[in-house]
């Protein structure tokens, strides 16, 4: 998973070794493959004179399936080019960083997420407290602006279990890699386990533009966002 080392890594080479329908694995990619909201990423890949169009990429017992469209003439053990579509990636890179500085300013726990490219929403259990919504977008684009750095750092899931205020998500668990958990650190405001893709720093974002809150039931609080093209 390239992209667990470099959000950024845009091609690579690698080798192909399961085909099942069209489905193909391959030895290592940078394709981030569908999870905790945030969509699979989409691309081609070239081999040889062929190049296959990737409409998704998704997890599959356990490894990256890279979803093609049309038929395939591939073969296993086969040196193949990835290129992911930067568009799509990048602005879900911003997206999903956003959602961070959204958890840092709201102090409950995620109750889900979905991230796409026009818009993405969050979802808090706020329970019986309060937050004046009103503040929210002046609050995330002054964080944007402060340029918080984003960085990364690996710690066993014992140690995780003996910081279990780390953990914000209650829908979905932290990705564990043999024993081992990812956190993403974006400044000193926010710090909590991801498998996703980010930014190099938070004004990359651009502009956070509110676009609603929603109450979908006693323990669900949804907020509508969209960052600038």
Request: net charge negative; with cysteine; proline share 3%.
């Amino acid at each position: 998973m390239l992209f667990l080392q470099d959000s950024y890594i845009k091609e690579f080479n690698s080798t192909i070794t399961q085909i099942i329908d069209n489905k193909v694995y391959l030895e290592e990619t940078a394709f981030y493959a569908k999870s905790g909201g945030q969509p699979g990423d989409q691309g081609i890949l070239n081999a040889g004179e062929e190049t296959y169009k990737i409409i998704d990429t998704i997890k599959n017992d356990g490894k990256i399936a890279h979803l093609i469209e049309g038929d395939l003439n591939l073969n296993i053990g086969q040196v193949i080019h990835g290129k992911i579509d930067w568009n799509l990636r990048y602005r879900y890179m911003r997206m999903h960083s956003t959602m961070h500085l959204l958890c840092s300013i709201l102090p409950f726990y995620v109750t889900g997420g979905q991230i796409s490219f026009e818009k993405s929403r969050i979802d808090f259990d706020l329970g019986e407290g309060k937050y004046d919504i009103d503040f929210l977008q002046d609050q995330v684009n002054e964080l944007i602006e402060e340029d918080h750095q984003v960085s990364y750092k690996w710690i066993t899931t014992e140690e995780l279990a003996t910081q279990p205020e780390l953990v914000r998500t209650l829908s979905v668990q932290p990705p564990n890699i043999s024993g081992q958990i990812r956190l993403v650190k974006i400044g000193s405001v926010d710090l909590q386990p991801c498998g996703g893709t980010h930014i190099h720093n938070t004004k990359e974002i651009g502009k956070f533009h509110f676009i609603k809150y929603e109450s979908k039931g006693k323990k669900n609080k949804r907020i509508h966002f969209t960052v600038n093209e």
